[in-house]
C-alpha cells in the first residue's frame, strides 16, 4: 500500500512539473507573440510616418491636411482606448490583443486602396502621355504661348476628375481603423507583462520587448527607402515616360506597397493570441476546479477565491470603471507626469512626422536616402539604448525615486543634442523668382509677386509653372521659359536647355548659357551638415532611449497595482487627443507658412507645396519642437521633487494611496501558485 502511494505521490510530482513547465512557457509563448505584434505596430506607424510626403504630393493637399491624416490613427484610438484599457484587463487580454492585431491589419490594407481606385498620377496639369513634353516650354519672344492660358473647357474637364483629390478621406478611415486596432496591444500587453513576470524582472522584458520593437522601424526604413525610389504607378506606367525623378519635389513613390506588406503581417500576428490562456496559470485552476469536483467538497480557500471572482465579474461595471477613474485623476502625481510627457510626445511626434520633409527641404536628400539613414543607422542605436536602460534599471535596483532620477537625466541630456541642430541649418536654395531675383543676381525681401526680369519679361511664360531646370550658374529657374532659354535637345528627363538669356544676364562666364532639367543640387557644405546632422542625431538619440523604459515603468509605479491598465490606457488616451492628434496639424500648419511655391490644381485651388523657405522651414520645425522640450523638462524637475517628498524616506515603491505592503500575501501566492505570478495588491521593494 505505501508502494502504491510512494508511486501516486511520485506521478503527481511529474505532474505538477510539466503544468509548471506549460505556465511558463504560456508567458514566454505570449511574451514573443507580443514581440511581434510590437514590430508590427511599430512598422506600420513608421510606414505612415515616411509615407506622409508622399500622400501630400499624391492627393496634392498641404501639410496640416496631411497632419490631419496622420492624426486619424490616434482618433480611432482615442474612441475606444479607456475602455478597452479598462474592462479588456478584466476580460480575456490575450485574445482581445488578437483582435485588435487583425483589425489593426485590415486598416493598412484599407489605407492603400485608394491607390486602386485612382487614375494615374500626373505630376503636372497635362494628361499623362507625351504631350506633357508641351510643358517644357521655352521663351518664345514676340509669340504668345498656347500653354499660358488656361481654356475654360480644360479647366472643367480637369475639374470632372478632382474627386479623385477627395481619396485621402479614405487614407484617413484607414488609419483610423488601424488606431483602434492597436489599441488593446500596449496597456493589455504591458499590463499583462507586469502581472506575470517573475518578480524584478519586468523592467527586463519591457525593455526587450522595446528594443525588439525597433525592428519594425529598420523594416519599415527599408521597405520605404526601396519603395520610395519606385513610381507610384509601378507596373501600369512605361518608366522611360516618365521625366522627373526622385530628386523632384514633385515625384511620388510607391507609397500604398508599404501598407499593403504591414496589413499582411498585423493579420499573421494576431494568430498565437487566440490560443493562449487568460492567463499562464489557467491549467492549475482547472485542475484545482476537477480536484474539487470529485471529492464533492470546497475547502474555504477555495471558497475565498469564488467570492474574489464573483466580486471581480462586478467591478466590470460602469460604475466601477468611474470609481477606478476618479482614483487615477485625485493621484497628483499621475496627472503631473501624464501633463509634462505629453508635452514631450507633443514635440517628438510632431518632429518626426515631418522629419522626412525636413531633410528634404534642409539638405537636399531624397526620401529613400533618408530612409536608409534614418532606418539601418540610427534605429538600431535608439533599440540598444532602450534594452540598455531596462538592463540598467534592474542591474541599479533603482527605486522609484531613482527611476524618475535617470529619466530626467536623459532628458536633460537628449534636449541638449536637439538644440544642436540650430547649429546646422543650411541657406536657403537659390531660386530665380522666389529666393532671388529672375536674373538670379539679387535676394528678395518677398517671395510673392516677384516681378519678371528684363531677360524673360518678352517671352510670354507661364508664371504659375512649375517645371524647375538648373542653370550652369547653380541657381534654379521656375522653367525653361523663365530661364529666358530658346532651344532645346533631348527629350524628358535627358533634355537639355540653350541659349538662356537670364543665365547670360547673371554674369556667369560660358559660351552656351545651358540648364538641365530639375532643381540644382544643395552644394557641399550642406551636404557634410547633413552627415553631422545624422551623426548627433545617433548620440543623442540613443541617450535619449535610455529613458523611454524608465518612463513605462513611472506610469505604473505611481499607481495602484490594479489601476496599472487603466493608467496606461488613459495616458495613451490624453496621448492620442491632445499630442498624436493636434501635433501633427499645428506642425504642419507651422511648415504651410514657410512655402515658397504651391502648385495649382485642375481646378486652379490650391494643392501641395513644392518648396520652402529653408531658413524660416528649420526655425519653425526646430524651434516649436525644442520649445515643447523645454516646458517638459521644467515640469519634469517638478515632478521629481513631488517624487523625491513623497518616496524620499519612504519604501520608493509605496502606494499613491498609502496602502500597505503584505508580504504575508505574497509569500501565500507563491506557495499556491506552481508558476509564480505577482500579486494585485503587492509592490515589489524593487523594481
Known amino acids: 500500500m505505501d508502494q502504491f502511494e510512494h508511486i501516486n505521490k511520485t506521478a503527481e510530482t511529474d505532474s505538477s512539473r510539466k503544468k509548471k513547465t506549460r505556465c511558463c512557457d504560456g508567458f514566454k509563448i505570449f511574451f514573443a507573440a507580443l514581440s511581434f505584434t510590437y514590430i508590427c505596430k511599430t512598422l506600420g506607424g513608421v510606414i505612415m510616418k515616411t ?44 485574445k482581445i490583443i488578437g483582435i485588435g492585431c487583425a483589425i489593426m491589419g485590415v486598416g493598412s490594407i484599407m489605407t492603400a486602396l485608394p491607390h486602386f481606385f485612382m487614375g494615374y498620377y500626373r505630376y503636372s496639369t497635362e494628361t499623362h502621355d507625351n504631350a506633357s513634353e508641351n510643358s517644357l516650354s521655352t521663351c518664345l519672344t514676340g509669340e504668345t504661348s498656347s500653354l499660358t492660358e488656361t481654356p475654360t473647357e480644360i479647366v472643367g474637364k480637369g475639374c470632372e476628375k478632382q474627386s479623385e483629390s477627395y481619396m485621402w478621406i479614405y487614407v484617413l478611415m484607414g488609419n483610423m481603423i488601424r488606431g483602434i486596432g492597436e489599441t488593446p496591444i500596449a496597456p493589455l500587453g504591458i499590463s499583462y507583462l507586469d502581472d506575470f ?29 526601396v519603395f ?89 461595471t460602469l460604475t466601477g470603471f468611474l470609481k477606478s477613474m476618479k482614483s487615477l485623476l485625485t493621484n497628483r502625481l499621475y496627472v503631473l507626469y501624464a501633463i509634462f510627457t505629453l508635452i514631450n510626445f507633443s514635440s517628438i511626434i510632431g518632429s518626426f512626422t515631418y522629419i522626412f520633409k525636413y531633410i528634404e527641404q534642409q539638405f537636399g536628400q531624397t526620401a529613400s536616402q533618408a530612409n536608409v539613414l534614418l532606418g539601418l543607422v540610427a534605429l538600431p542605436h535608439i533599440g540598444a539604448g532602450l534594452f540598455l536602460g531596462g538592463y540598467l534599471i534592474r542591474k541599479l535596483k533603482l527605486t522609484i525615486v531613482g527611476i524618475v532620477r535617470f529619466s530626467l537625466f536623459t532628458s536633460c541630456i537628449g534636449f541638449i543634442g536637439y538644440v544642436l541642430n540650430f547649429a546646422l541649418m543650411c541657406e536657403n536654395k537659390s531660386v530665380a523668382g522666389l529666393t532671388l531675383t529672375h536674373d538670379g543676381l539679387n535676394p528678395v525681401t518677398s517671395h510673392t509677386n516677384v516681378p519678371l526680369s528684363y531677360c524673360n519679361s518678352d517671352c510670354n511664360c507661364d508664371e504659375s509653372q512649375w517645371e524647375p531646370v538648373c542653370g550652369e550658374n547653380g541657381v534654379t529657374y521656375l522653367s525653361p521659359c523663365l530661364a529666358g532659354c530658346t532651344s532645346r535637345s533631348g527629350t524628358g528627363k535627358f533634355a537639355v536647355f540653350y541659349n538662356c538669356s537670364c543665365l547670360e544676364v547673371s554674369g556667369f562666364p560660358s559660351t552656351n548659357y545651358s540648364a538641365r532639367i530639375g532643381e540644382c543640387p544643395r552644394d557641399d557644405g550642406c551636404k557634410r551638415y547633413y552627415y553631422i546632422y545624422i551623426s548627433v542625431q545617433i548620440v543623442f538619440a540613443f541617450i535619449s532611449a535610455l529613458g523611454s523604459t524608465a518612463h513605462t515603468i513611472i506610469r505604473m509605479r505611481i499607481v495602484k497595482p490594479d489601476l496599472k491598465a487603466l493608467a496606461v490606457g488613459f495616458h495613451s488616451l490624453v496621448f492620442r487627443t491632445l499630442g498624436g492628434i493636434l501635433a501633427p496639424i499645428y506642425f504642419g500648419a507651422m511648415i504651410d507658412r514657410t512655402c515658397l511655391k504651391w502648385s495649382t490644381t485642375s481646378c486652379g485651388t490650391r ?58 500575501v505574497n509569500l501565500e501566492s507563491s506557495k499556491n501558485n506552481e508558476c509564480f505570478v505577482p500579486s494585485a495588491t503587492v509592490k515589489e521593494t524593487h523594481i
Request: net charge positive.
Open 228 to 316: 520610395a525610389k519606385m513610381y507610384v504607378d509601378v507596373g501600369f506606367v512605361d518608366p522611360s515616360s516618365i521625366r522627373i525623378t526622385p530628386q523632384d519635389a514633385r515625384w511620388v513613390g510607391a507609397w500604398w506597397l508599404g501598407f499593403l506588406v504591414s496589413g499582411l503581417l498585423s493579420i499573421i500576428s494576431s494568430i498565437p493570441f487566440f490560443f493562449l490562456p487568460k492567463n499562464p496559470n489557467e491549467p492549475q485552476k482547472k485542475r484545482r476546479k476537477v480536484s474539487t469536483s470529485l471529492h464533492g467538497l470546497k475547502t474555504d480557500q477555495e471558497k475565498k477565491q469564488t467570492a474574489n471572482l464573483t466580486n471581480h465579474s462586478q467591478d466590470i
Open 51 to 94: 509615407s506622409i510626403t508622399q500622400i501630400e504630393r499624391r492627393f496634392d493637399i498641404s501639410s496640416s491636411v496631411a497632419g490631419l491624416i496622420d492624426g486619424g490613427f490616434e482618433i480611432g484610438n482615442l474612441f475606444v482606448i479607456v475602455f478597452v484599457s479598462y474592462f479588456g484587463s478584466k476580460l480575456h487580454r490575450p
Open 607 to 664: 494643392g501641395a507645396c513644392r518648396i520652402y523657405d529653408t531658413v524660416s522651414f528649420g526655425n519653425y520645425y526646430l524651434g516649436l519642437s525644442a520649445f515643447l522640450k523645454f516646458v517638459g523638462i521644467a515640469l519634469s524637475f517638478l515632478f521629481f521633487y513631488l517624487v523625491k517628498k513623497k518616496y524620499g524616506v519612504k519604501d520608493g515603491n509605496a502606494f499613491e494611496n498609502g496602502e500597505k505592503d503584505t508580504n504575508e
Open 197 to 225: 513576470a517573475k518578480e524584478g524582472q519586468s523592467s527586463v522584458y519591457l525593455g526587450s520587448l522595446n528594443s525588439l520593437a525597433v525592428f519594425g522601424p529598420i523594416l519599415a526604413f527599408t521597405m520605404a527607402s
